[in-house]
C-alpha cells in the first residue's frame, strides 16, 4: 500500500477551517508527519491547533486496541479518539475503505468536548476529500 501523493493542505481550505473553528492565525501550513504519513497544521487565533494527516490504512490500526482508545460512532466509517495526551490532546483516527487521516487538536482554549467535536468535523470533510481525490486518480478498466 502507497500513500495517495495529495498535499494534505488540499483535504480542509482555510475558509472551512475558519468555519470550524473560527479565525486563523496560521495556516494550513504544510510539514509534519504522523506514523506513516505528512501533515498540515491550522492555527486558530484562539491558540487551538488543528493537524490533519493522511496515513496507510495499515497504520490506522496502531493505536486501536490500547485499552484507553475509545471507538467512536460515525456514518459507514471507521474511527476511534487514542488515549488522551498529558495536556488533554485529542487525536482521532478516521478511516474509509480506501483512506485514512488521522486529526490531532490541542489548546487549551476548548473543553474536550469541544476539541473532540472538531476533530471529528475536520476528519470527516479531510477523509470525504481524501476519497474523491484517490477515486478521481484510481485507473478504471474499460468497458467492453
Not at 3 to 9: E, K, V
Not at 31 to 38: A, K, P, R, S
Not at 75 to 81: K, M, P, Q, V
Request: hydrophobic letters at 40%; charged letters at 20%.
Amino acid at each position: 500500500w502507497a500513500l495517495p501523493a495529495i498535499d494534505p493542505r488540499v483535504l480542509v481550505p482555510r475558509l472551512e477551517a475558519e468555519a470550524i473553528i473560527g479565525p486563523l492565525a496560521r495556516g494550513p501550513t504544510s510539514g509534519g508527519w504522523e506514523l506513516d504519513g505528512t501533515a498540515c497544521t491550522y492555527v486558530g487565533r484562539d491558540g487551538l491547533i488543528v493537524s490533519v494527516a493522511i496515513i496507510s490504512t495499515s497504520a490506522f490500526d496502531l493505536e486501536r486496541h490500547d485499552p484507553q482508545s475509545v471507538i467512536i460512532s460515525s456514518d459507514g466509517i471507521s474511527a476511534y479518539a487514542a488515549r488522551t495526551g498529558p495536556l488533554g490532546d485529542v487525536r482521532l483516527f478516521f478511516r474509509s475503505l480506501e483512506s485514512a487521516v488521522i486529526v490531532h487538536v490541542s489548546g487549551n482554549s476548548r473543553s474536550h468536548e469541544e476539541r473532540l467535536d472538531v476533530a471529528k468535523q475536520f476528519a470527516s470533510t479531510a477523509l470525504q476529500r481524501l476519497d474523491v481525490a484517490q477515486e478521481l486518480s484510481t485507473p478504471r478498466e474499460p468497458r467492453h
